[in-house]
């Protein structure tokens, strides 16, 4: 395995250990609407603000305001929600968001130049898709393993149970399925 796998599966592990800490923060409904308001009035005024210019700096403008929305209304959905799959859609749309300026910005160049500069663009946001996708199959892989754990604990305490006998082991087997969520 090489380092750099290595070192962003570690990142990705301490993201998802951090993950709970992020989500005691969640944001209230009011607030969430508030945020969103607030978004869209910041579009609204960011697009405004492109009016004056021309050409491919007006497209640009156009595409950062998009940008700033979409990443916006992606962290104020993950900030009222605080799910895994909110945190991914967050990544995501920053990392479609970044390309999409990214490429506007590339067509004031021309030929060679603009090519690189679109490749560039795309293989940045594919790295932040794969980053996305890798914390995904690790995710599941933490939560399969977790169970795997504890049903080899539940074995193991309704093993025990089975050198008692009478109401001692039906107490000590009623208290491994309360423990584990066995029914």
């Known amino acids: 395995m090489n380092t750099q796998f290595k070192l962003k599966a570690t990142l990705v592990l301490a993201a998802l250990f951090?993950?709970?800490?992020?989500?005691?923060?969640?944001?209230?409904?009011?607030?969430?609407?508030?945020s969103k308001?607030?978004?869209?009035?910041?579009?609204?005024?960011?697009?405004?603000?492109c009016a004056a210019m021309s050409g491919n700096a007006k497209d640009v403008c156009h595409e950062e305001a998009k940008a700033h929305e979409k990443v916006a209304l992606a962290e104020a959905e993950f900030a009222h929600t605080g799910s895994t799959s909110d945190s991914n859609k967050v990544?995501?749309?920053?990392?479609?968001?970044a390309y999409a300026v990214a490429k506007e910005k590339c067509d004031d160049k021309s030929g060679?130049?603009?090519?690189?500069?679109?490749?560039?663009?795309?293989?940045?946001?594919?790295?932040?898709?794969?980053?996305?996708?890798?914390?995904k199959k690790i995710n599941s892989a933490v939560k399969d393993d977790v169970q795997t754990k504890r049903d080899a604990d539940y074995k193991v305490s309704i093993e025990k149970c089975d050198s008692m006998s009478g109401d001692a082991k039906s107490n000590c087997v009623a208290s491994a399925k309360a423990t584990f969520g066995k029914s």
Do not use: F, M, W
Not at 91 to 97: D, L, V
Not at 112 to 135: F, G, Q, R
């Open 37 to 49: 308001t607030r978004i869209d009035a910041d579009y609204k005024a960011e697009k405004a603000a």
């Open 18 to 34: 951090c993950l709970p800490v992020a989500q005691a923060a969640l944001s209230s409904n009011a607030d969430y609407k508030a």
């Open 91 to 97: 990544i995501t749309a920053k990392a479609e968001s």
């Open 112 to 135: 060679n130049d603009k090519d690189v500069c679109v490749k560039e663009a795309k293989a940045i946001e594919a790295k932040a898709l794969a980053d996305v996708k890798l914390s």
